[in-house]
């Protein structure tokens, strides 16, 4: 009787354990940013990519050259990125659904899938349009097991850069 | 179940698959579909826990409970110390994991979650036992209205998602714990023809499934996550398929060592694929590579515990 009283009372903590998790709510995604100047930024790997991005973006206009330049951060430390172009109507991972609306874009994410990070430049005639259509569809779950914890977005120009992911890649 | 250690080694070869293949052919929709599906290999897994379980005695509770944590949850403790040193955690992150929190506030991106989830399923699935043996229509039929009521509460009125990983497996849990015990499905297991019919409709209509709302576009409402769900058929058809193919020493070698496979993947797998890109061998080399390696240090390491633990035996008969 006494061991599965206890047993009970393991299984049920456990269980209590839904509603601490339940109290604690993902970052979703009004952790998005616009491209307006903020103090008191994160110090997180999407805000520091949106930094990198910033100044990557004055200096070549080429989303892959980009997106190959924001790959060589130290933020990633010794996981490999890889960049691979992307066209309207090819599958955009991170989405609910396609996204369209751009003329050139690239993809960076981790040569292993599995790792909740997936990050794209567009090149767009309409770069707040897209910024809105991408956070509407953005699903910080859309990697099957794991949950991205934030989104950031931003706006240079024609350019925008999107960017799910944990908030470092500190190995956990 | 028939040929359990072959059904066990494809669903870790598919879980392998899942968290380090390096696309071979980027662009290709036939490998990512394969990729991105193959976390079924979880699903199996749950299903192969569950009938097992089903279809023993449980005499003692506590003795259960307490062989499965020396079994399994021991065993999780020993990979959570590696990685804790490997991976230079903080004590709470260690604490958290073999604790069972972060499985509750991270789900799937918590350290080998499936391991307390699957102790989880061992705490609570005998006292399941019990009731359904009480009442085993009301307890089914309460049983889901509840599941449902609280997967669409939490999917509809807060922003939780991190324990519906587990929570959506529940289904494919009672269906093992079902199966087992239906004379229909003995049958069709023992039948080398009806299962693999059986295997050949599931899997077309399962896979079918996770094409349309598994893949690209996942089933999200009205409960998140639901696409697991829609992986359900699939999974029963490569079950039924697999239970057909005889175990041999490779599978059952492999069979024994699927926590140690989960377990190294996720701790040195990343790591171990990273430098051998970086050595510059060709993506599927790193695959195979990586696999093998993996492969054969888990089963390495699953037959020392053996030894270890049957030491002070045979010690004693020496």
């Excluded at chain 2, 490998?31 to 089903?54: K, N, P, Q, W």
């Excluded at chain 2, 110390?81 to 260690?94: D, L, S």
């Excluded at chain 2, 699927?258 to 695959?287: C, D, H, S, W």
Aim: net charge neutral.
């Amino acid at each position: 009787m006494k061991k599965r009283l206890l047993t009970m009372m393991l299984a049920l903590t456990m269980v209590a354990g839904l509603f601490v998790g339940c109290g604690k709510s993902d970052k979703d995604a009004s952790n998005q940013v616009g491209s307006e100047v903020e103090e008191n930024v994160p110090d997180t790997m999407a805000y520091g990519l949106r930094t990198l991005f910033r100044e990557e973006v004055k200096k070549d206009t080429n989303v892959e050259n980009v997106a190959n330049a924001l790959i060589e951060s130290p933020l990633f430390g010794e996981v490999v990125m890889v960049v691979e172009p992307v066209s309207e109507g090819d599958y955009t991972p991170g989405f609910d659904g396609d996204v369209s609306g751009f003329r050139s874009a690239a993809k960076f994410c981790p040569m292993i899938n599995t790792i909740p990070f997936i990050g794209y430049i567009f090149e767009t005639d309409d770069p707040n349009a897209l910024e809105a259509l991408l956070k509407e569809k953005a699903a910080l779950n859309w990697n099957v097991c794991t949950i991205a914890d934030e989104m950031v977005t931003d706006v240079q120009g024609n350019y925008v850069f999107f960017v799910m992911s944990p908030e470092s890649f500190d190995a956990e | 179940m028939k040929n359990k250690k072959t059904i066990m080694t494809f669903a870790a070869l598919q879980i392998l698959f899942f968290h380090l293949w390096i696309s071979v052919f980027p662009g290709n929709q036939v490998e990512l579909f394969l990729r991105t599906t193959s976390y079924i290999g979880v699903d199996i897994f749950f299903f192969v826990s569950a009938y097992s379980l089903s279809q023993r005695e449980v005499d003692s509770y506590g003795k259960f409970v307490l062989s499965r944590f020396l079994n399994i949850y021991l065993k999780y403790i020993g990979f959570a110390v590696i990685a804790f040193f490997y991976a230079g955690w903080q004590i709470k992150t260690f604490i958290y994991n073999i604790c069972g929190i972060s499985l509750f506030t991270k789900g799937g991106g918590s350290f080998l979650w499936f391991l307390p989830a699957i102790m989880l399923v061992y705490l609570l699935l005998p006292l399941y036992e019990k009731l359904h043996q009480k009442n085993a229509v009301l307890t089914g039929v309460a049983f889901i209205i509840v599941w449902i009521a609280i997967a669409v509460a939490i999917s509809q009125l807060t922003s939780y998602k991190a324990l519906f990983i587990l929570w959506n497996r529940i289904p494919i849990i009672l269906l093992g714990f079902y199966a087992a015990k239906s004379d229909f499905v003995t049958e069709v297991l023992q039948s080398k023809k009806k299962s693999i019919l059986a295997a050949v409709a599931l899997l077309a209509v399962g896979e079918t499934l996770l094409f349309f709302f598994g893949f690209r576009e996942k089933l999200m409402f009205p409960i998140v996550d639901l696409y697991y769900l829609i992986a359900i058929p699939a999974v029963l058809g490569w079950i039924l398929l697999l239970s057909q193919i005889p175990e041999v020493w490779i599978t059952k070698m492999v069979g024994q060592a699927t926590l140690e496979i989960y377990a190294l993947q996720m701790i040195f797998g990343y790591t171990l694929a990273n430098k051998l890109f970086r050595a510059n061998m060709g993506p599927l080399a790193v695959n195979l590579l990586t696999a093998v390696i993996i492969v054969v240090i888990a089963v390495i390491v699953s037959q020392l515990i053996r030894v270890l633990k049957n030491f002070p035996q045979s010690k004693h008969k020496m």
